[in-house]
């Protein structure tokens, strides 16, 4: 079934193979490695990418910088307009992209379209924003003087995505840095290239048709050495990289070092507080579906519950319940809610984060495990996990990407939860479920919760495109997505004019000559 609907998919996103049969690990006919794409929903071998060579990526950073110099100067308005027909061709083809998300990643179908729409929403919101890319005009101290501030394009902006959200982390970059003038170079996850493939077929033949370079869009494959190749070079002023810690602390000191700029967007350690003022059924959805959507793999899933000790054991029973129903299976399958995991080395994680858990004195009060038998041969399906744990847990302190929810209790005042909340490395998404107001001004408070994102009674997951995306701490401190996160891809230039003969200068300094 998988496979039918896949081909028609890939069919419709206009991939075909070039070389049918290829056997993996190869060499490509450019010299360069391949790469397999490996769906973990039946382990089926897709198709096989070819890596982007050095001498290749030589000549992509060529074509980027040749496509900058039309793209920077065509009207921001005009871009926009560019954009929206690239959003036309997304809405066209959102169940096709929507259907090999969730093929060559695993999550659900629902969340494979929602990712689309992610991506149809911030191509809407860039569109606006081509006719919005206000600086600020201020009065100056000096007689006849203007002084006002405008934004240009940086140039090429490389970003570098994850697995998880293979398709609408990249138009959030990309999208806005369109509109804003720049080009952009593209390194999907080496876990999910086809979908990168897909992407920039549609974004290629929306510029062809405007007869624009093609250099305006870039995508480059492979592991993190070619990801190297963009964080090391001075022609990139931007990199803007989504992944884990590890990876994001690599970036930002090879970025830093040539004093480029990145936008780091690394992982998360979510909690939600739960107190004896909130909506029992809202904080059950939140929490279930924050654990174990996406299996776990969101940047936002919600990883701990903080309870408050007076509704402990009814709020554990209502989740262990929930947890009874989950079907796990085919992703493609509407029945069901939680898919695999991206691959067997992630399911081996999984597994470490659960002993580790038991080892460090937690106890395991839904049990996981990895599934086995018919539909589950791929060896990625494990079960949703619940164990008891402390905050400080040395694994309950480091983002495992797996459904593993960790509840802990807390007692007193919703101060000593928003204690636990922040009582971390990471500082992504937070959220409390109350109808007490106090308490959630509190945590929404300079004294409350300290990450990028800060909810009252919905769960830490699903954010919407409009606000800015990215946390603090550990998580890197980067804004993606909406309100004014459209600024780090432009280069802010002051400007002071002088409609005057004489040239006083700022200060009340006299130089007389
Ligand atoms: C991510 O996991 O990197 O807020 C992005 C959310 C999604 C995006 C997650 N809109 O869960």
Not at 244 to 264: F, N, P
Not at 351 to 368: C, F, M, N, P, R
Request: charged share 20%.
């Amino acid at each position: 079934l998988a496979n039918t609907a896949i081909s028609e998919a890939l069919k419709a996103l206009a991939i075909e193979a070039q070389n049918p049969g290829t056997s993996t690990g190869t060499k490509s006919m450019n010299g360069g490695s391949l790469l397999d794409s490996v769906s973990p929903v039946d382990g089926s071998h897709i198709a096989s990418v070819t890596q982007t060579t050095p001498e290749e990526y030589e000549q992509v950073v060529q074509t980027a910088q040749e496509a900058f110099k039309v793209w920077r100067q065509m009207p921001a308005p005009q871009r926009g307009e560019v954009v929206r027909q690239f959003n036309e061709e997304l809405r066209r083809l959102k169940e096709p992209l929507g259907k090999l998300v969730s093929y060559e990643m695993g999550k659900s179908y629902q969340e494979g379209l929602g990712e689309v729409q992610e991506m149809i929403d911030i191509c809407d919101f860039a569109v606006g924003l081509s006719r919005q890319l206000h600086g600020l005009t201020m009065h100056s101290e000096r007689p006849g003087h203007r002084m006002y501030e405008q934004y240009h394009p940086l140039g090429i902006v490389g970003i570098i995505s994850a697995f998880n959200f293979p398709v609408a982390v990249w138009s959030w970059n990309t999208a806005l840095a369109w509109v804003c003038g720049d080009v952009c170079i593209w390194k999907p996850s080496e876990k999910t290239p086809l979908t990168g493939i897909a992407c920039q077929k549609i974004a290629a033949r929306v510029f062809a048709k405007n007869n624009l370079p093609e250099g305006i869009s870039c995508l480059i494959n492979g592991d993190y050495k070619v990801g190297e190749l963009m964080t090391q070079d001075e022609r990139v002023p931007l990199i803007s990289a989504t992944g884990s810690t590890r990876m994001g602390k690599q970036v930002a000191q090879t970025v830093g070092a040539r004093l480029g700029k990145s936008l780091l967007e690394l992982g998360g350690n979510n909690a939600i507080i739960v107190t004896p003022d909130s909506d029992l059924k809202m904080t059950v959805i939140g929490a279930v579906f924050g654990a174990v959507g996406t299996a776990g793999q969101r940047c936002t899933s919600t990883r701990r519950l903080i309870i408050h000790e007076s509704i402990y054991d009814k709020v554990k029973n209502a989740i262990v319940d929930a947890y009874g129903q989950l079907r796990i299976g085919n992703p493609l399958d509407e029945k069901n809610h939680v898919g695999p995991l991206i691959d067997t080395d992630a399911v081996k994680n999984y597994q470490k984060a659960l002993e580790k858990v038991v080892e460090e004195g937690g106890k395991i009060i839904v049990e996981g495990g990895v599934l086995e038998g018919e539909g589950y041969e791929s060896g990625c399906y494990v079960k949703p996990a619940i164990a008891e744990a402390e905050n400080h847990f040395e694994i309950v302190q480091h983002e495992t990407f797996a459904p593993v929810l960790y509840l802990m209790k807390y007692s007193g005042d919703v101060g000593n939860a928003i204690a636990l909340q922040n009582g971390v490395r990471q500082g992504l998404s937070s959220a409390i479920m109350t109808n007490n107001l106090r308490e959630a001004e509190r945590f929404l408070s300079v004294a409350g919760s300290d990450c990028g994102i800060a909810n009252v009674n919905i769960g830490t997951s699903g954010a919407e495109i409009g606000g800015a995306f990215g946390g603090e701490k550990e998580t890197g401190g980067g804004r993606e997505s909406g309100s004014d996160a459209w600024k780090v891809y432009m280069r802010r230039q002051t400007n002071t004019i002088n409609y005057t003969t004489e040239l006083p200068l700022a200060q009340g300094i006299k130089f007389d000559l």
